[in-house]
């Protein structure tokens, strides 16, 4: 006795052939594949590291490339369930999203000075632990960039004999390089949240020997700046016959203004803030104001000198700041102190317009 599906099945094929893809594609379902998932999975990536990763590094405004990684990274990377993780463009991905966190905890630091130049104690203290727990994120994001980073190009940094990495193209280096520079970051951020984040320290020199696995003039002297920030933090890992660090992150400084990303000059500015070397903060800052005349950016590393700005201008901010009561006046960055005392009453004067 037949049943009285078979029957239906032989009359129609189309039909057929209808009620078996959709059973087909239930099965699929039930057993936890989607084959839409994961086509849509491979477009995305492939799209973001191939279309987008390179425009948002031609970007000039890195608040909305900041925006870009906190709103994108969730669905980018969720991705990653169903089909290989996409650890290159999710590196980049939390990396942007750390720079949105980082300008939060940067402007709780600023409202800290403003509120201790003023005696007000409440408030100062309110500043300083929001201050903190923005650093706490920025070092939980900055650990995930430099994670996914390393994993993306299968480099064990935990592996004293690791072999460099084979980098296929120039788009492959970057990401690989501010991976590492993300890594010594966390360090940073989580140093400066109290320890919070729990980023462990011995990323520091995992970061400085695979940074000489990208060339350093290529780079705009960002490897060499990440090694000389590496052995002022621990000075155990300085090669005996390496040179002063601070001539490195100098000479560093300098192959960022020719390369036209002047990432290595934030570096040397973060380095000098650590070690509380105020004069050479100064010097910086006079450097990178002086270096705007003539200065011709990199078109597709825009991004990375608009981040090394921010960077050594909230340095100048924070100066400003403590000494005076507000940030840098916008024709004064360059300089660590008004021309007389006659400008400083006109530019508080100027802040009430």
């Given at each position: 006795?037949q049943?009285?599906?078979?029957?239906?099945f032989r009359?129609?094929?189309?039909k057929n052939?209808i009620?078996?893809?959709?059973?087909?594609?239930?099965?699929?379902?039930g057993?936890?594949?989607?084959?839409?998932?994961q086509?849509?999975?491979?477009v995305m990536?492939?799209?973001?590291?191939?279309?987008?990763t390179?425009?948002?590094?031609?970007?000039?405004?890195?608040?909305?490339?900041?925006n870009?990684?906190?709103?994108?990274?969730?669905l980018?990377?969720s991705?990653?369930?169903?089909?290989?993780k996409?650890?290159?463009?999710?590196s980049?991905?939390?990396?942007?999203?750390a720079?949105?966190s980082?300008?939060q905890?940067?402007?709780?630091e600023?409202?800290?000075l403003?509120?201790?130049y003023?005696?007000?104690?409440?408030?100062?203290k309110?500043?300083?632990?929001?201050?903190?727990?923005?650093?706490?994120?920025?070092?939980?994001?900055?650990?995930?960039a430099f994670?996914?980073?390393?994993?993306?190009?299968e480099y064990?940094?935990?592996?004293?004999?690791?072999?460099?990495?084979?980098?296929?193209a120039d788009?492959?280096?970057l990401?690989?390089?501010?991976?590492?520079?993300?890594?010594?970051?966390?360090?940073i951020n989580?140093?400066?949240?109290?320890?919070a984040a729990?980023?462990?320290k011995?990323?520091?020199p995992?970061?400085?020997?695979a940074?000489?696995?990208?060339?350093?003039e290529?780079w705009g002297g960002?490897?060499d700046a990440i090694?000389?920030?590496?052995?002022?933090?621990?000075?155990?890992?300085?090669?005996?016959?390496?040179?002063?660090?601070?001539?490195?992150?100098?000479?560093?400084?300098?192959?960022?203004?020719k390369?036209?990303?002047?990432?290595a000059?934030?570096?040397?500015?973060?380095?000098?803030e650590?070690?509380?070397?105020?004069?050479?903060?100064?010097?910086?800052?006079?450097?990178?104001e002086?270096?705007?005349?003539?200065?011709?950016?990199?078109e597709d590393?825009?991004?990375?000198?608009?981040?090394?700005?921010?960077?050594?201008?909230?340095?100048?901010?924070?100066?400003?700041t403590?000494?005076?009561?507000?940030?840098?006046?916008?024709?004064?960055?360059?300089?660590?102190?008004?021309?007389?005392?006659?400008?400083?009453?006109?530019?508080?004067l100027?802040?009430?317009?």
């Amino acid at each position: 006795m037949q049943t009285s599906i078979i029957p239906r099945f032989r009359m129609s094929g189309s039909k057929n052939r209808i009620l078996l893809a959709f059973g087909l594609l239930a099965f699929l379902s039930g057993c936890g594949y989607n084959p839409v998932y994961q086509t849509t999975g491979a477009v995305m990536t492939g799209y973001s590291e191939s279309e987008a990763t390179p425009y948002v590094m031609q970007m000039s405004d890195a608040n909305m490339a900041c925006n870009l990684g906190n709103s994108l990274d969730p669905l980018v990377y969720s991705f990653g369930r169903v089909t290989d993780k996409p650890d290159t463009t999710g590196s980049l991905l939390q990396l942007l999203a750390a720079n949105c966190s980082e300008a939060q905890a940067w402007e709780e630091e600023l409202r800290y000075l403003r509120a201790n130049y003023q005696d007000d104690v409440p408030t100062a203290k309110d500043a300083r632990n929001a201050e903190k727990r923005w650093h706490a994120l920025t070092a939980e994001r900055r650990l995930k960039a430099f994670e996914r980073a390393m994993r993306a190009y299968e480099y064990d940094p935990s592996d004293p004999e690791a072999e460099c990495p084979f980098l296929y193209a120039d788009q492959d280096e970057l990401t690989y390089l501010l991976g590492l520079l993300t890594g010594l970051q966390a360090i940073i951020n989580d140093t400066n949240s109290g320890g919070a984040a729990g980023v462990p320290k011995d990323i520091a020199p995992q970061a400085e020997r695979a940074a000489q696995c990208v060339d350093n003039e290529k780079w705009g002297g960002i490897p060499d700046a990440i090694r000389a920030n590496v052995w002022l933090l621990l000075p155990d890992t300085r090669p005996a016959m390496a040179p002063d660090p601070w001539r490195v992150l100098r000479h560093s400084s300098e192959l960022g203004v020719k390369a036209g990303f002047r990432a290595a000059m934030a570096l040397e500015v973060v380095a000098a803030e650590t070690k509380g070397r105020d004069d050479i903060i100064a010097d910086v800052i006079g450097r990178f104001e002086a270096s705007e005349a003539g200065f011709d950016v990199h078109e597709d590393y825009r991004l990375v000198d608009e981040v090394g700005r921010s960077v050594v201008l909230h340095a100048s901010d924070k100066h400003w700041t403590e000494e005076y009561g507000y940030r840098t006046p916008r024709t004064y960055f360059g300089q660590m102190s008004p021309n007389s005392a006659a400008d400083a009453e006109v530019m508080d004067l100027d802040s009430l317009l």
